[in-house]
């Protein structure tokens, strides 16, 4: 007997009435609920259910009601940290403390939109004329948010919190992979008291998603997952004229200058590299490293490698788990074999291990890798990376910036100058000099090139769910006299 979850829509727990689906653990293989899709029916349901609470409630137009609640659920889910991080854990497949490190900033980026939406004002001008003006910003409207599997309450919130901060209602699409932890925040949001309709969670996959998207009530979509879906949706917003930011993929190199101590740099690139099995947009996939260091940065990733613990996510030993599901293995598993026939050397890893129901994969390593080899170039969301070699700065610069991604990048050097003046011309939404993987909540995130549209996090998410108006008043009607 597995646990079975509903939907949420217009204040109310709903069965869905499309096809059945089995969540499955991925450390095991086995189900561990059930859940059954929207019907395109109860997807327009959902978005009138926001349409009616944007329009006809106070939502919108209540700052203090919306921080008090933002900040209610804050606490809640504080208390509540280790129950959804096991949830997280075990539908995921991630290691328990990187689950708990997804709650913990979880709850401060609430508090942080709660803090930052509360502290604006509108700004006012007197004009030339006489006249005088008003600059405000209001809520977009119903804004569709659909997130995907690597960090489903996190990245789920990252959308969420500015979306209601700025007054907007919503409807929630999780991963069809990784819907439980979003439920359960969703019984958190009933009990805070959310208002009916402001908050719509609707599960199931690619034709829920269609149908959220397509539909013309919805105002805003904000999507983070792959560039192709990326672009299908960016085309169906612009049927329509929808706000859209996309959050895409990524192939992000971390470049090892000859001045950094190889042991700290091998210790940032593991973390950079196969944080969440590698399934981050942001992983350091390509490390690039100064022909100088190459053999013993290669000996001692590899020796590195050989020492990560491997196992049951919710095992407080395990450093590494499962990846999502047997498909993504097996699609990581056919770019491994990609490598191999374009002529690239796996130096370790990429074999199957630990449970053999679960989808266990040892990180693997490729080196002899050239610059156009697909395993370069594409994003395989998984734990695997290239290592490159580079003689000078211009090369290393070259390298980086030559996939059509642009997300992130990382510099080890002790010369900060010198990694200053190489970011600056990295092609990339985020930069760490000596650190990586770490998002500020108070910062923005996003990409350059085909790894997106628009930007998550520190003003710039809020400013993503607003839109500016611009009043200007005259204090008396007079003719203007303009024609005889």
Not at 210 to 216: D, F, I, K
Not at 451 to 456: K, V
Request: proline letters at 4%; charged letters at 25%.
């Amino acid at each position: 007997m597995v646990d079975q979850f509903q939907m949420y829509v217009g204040g109310k727990w709903v069965e869905g009435k499309g096809e059945s689906r089995a969540i499955i653990d991925p450390s095991s293989g086995k189900v561990i609920a059930e859940i059954s899709d929207a019907s395109s029916e109860q997807v327009n349901e959902a978005v009138w259910a926001a349409k009616k609470a944007f329009e006809k409630t106070e939502w919108s137009q209540n700052t203090s009601d919306r921080v008090g609640l933002l900040r209610q659920l804050a606490a809640l889910l504080e208390h509540s940290t280790e129950a959804l991080a096991r949830i997280e854990s075990r539908n995921t497949g991630k290691p328990i403390r990187e689950s708990r490190l997804d709650v913990h900033d979880a709850v401060a980026c609430l508090r942080y939109y709660a803090d930052l939406v509360e502290s604006r004002r509108e700004y006012q001008k007197e004009m030339n004329d006489g006249t005088y003006s008003l600059i405000t910003e209001e809520p977009i409207g119903v804004c569709a948010l659909i997130v995907p599997w690597n960090f489903p309450l996190l990245l789920g919130m990252w959308k969420l919190a500015p979306a209601l901060a700025a007054g907007n209602t919503v409807v929630f699409k999780p991963s069809e992979l990784t819907p439980l932890s979003f439920i359960k925040l969703t019984e958190l949001a009933e009990k805070v008291g959310m208002p009916d309709g402001v908050f719509n969670l609707i599960l199931g996959g690619t034709e829920v998603g269609q149908a959220l998207v397509s539909h013309p009530e919805i105002d805003k979509v904000s999507f983070t997952g792959g560039t192709e879906t990326g672009k299908h949706i960016y085309r169906e917003c612009a049927k329509t004229m929808k706000r859209v930011s996309l959050e895409l993929g990524g192939k992000s190199p971390l470049l090892v200058f000859d001045d950094a101590d190889v042991d700290t740099a091998v210790d940032w690139a593991l973390y950079g590299s196969f944080f969440n099995q590698g399934q981050v947009c942001v992983a350091s996939s390509r490390l690039l490293v100064h022909h100088s260091l190459e053999q013993e940065f290669l000996k001692k990733l590899t020796a590195r490698l050989a020492k990560i613990r491997i196992g049951n996510p919710l095992d407080e030993s395990t450093e590494m788990g499962p990846v999502i599901s047997l498909q993504h293995l097996r699609k990581i598993e056919e770019f491994i074999q990609i490598g191999q026939s374009e002529g690239a050397t796996l130096l370790a890893g990429g074999q199957r291990t630990g449970d053999e129901n679960g989808y266990y994969l040892t990180p693997a390593v490729f080196t002899h890798v050239h610059q156009q080899m697909r395993i370069v170039q594409e994003e395989i969301f998984g734990p695997v990376v290239t290592v490159q070699p580079f003689y000078d700065e211009e090369e290393a610069i070259d390298l980086a910036n030559g996939t059509k991604y642009g997300l992130a990048a990382g510099i080890f050097s002790k010369d900060v100058e010198r990694a200053k003046r190489v970011a600056a011309r990295l092609r990339a939404g985020t930069v760490w000099i000596n650190g990586y993987h770490t998002p500020y909540v108070e910062a923005p995130w996003g990409g350059f090139k085909q790894s997106g549209i628009g930007r998550e996090l520190g003003p710039h998410g809020l400013a993503a769910f607003m839109e500016p108006k611009h009043t200007n008043i005259r204090h008396q009607l007079q003719p203007i006299g303009w024609y005889s």
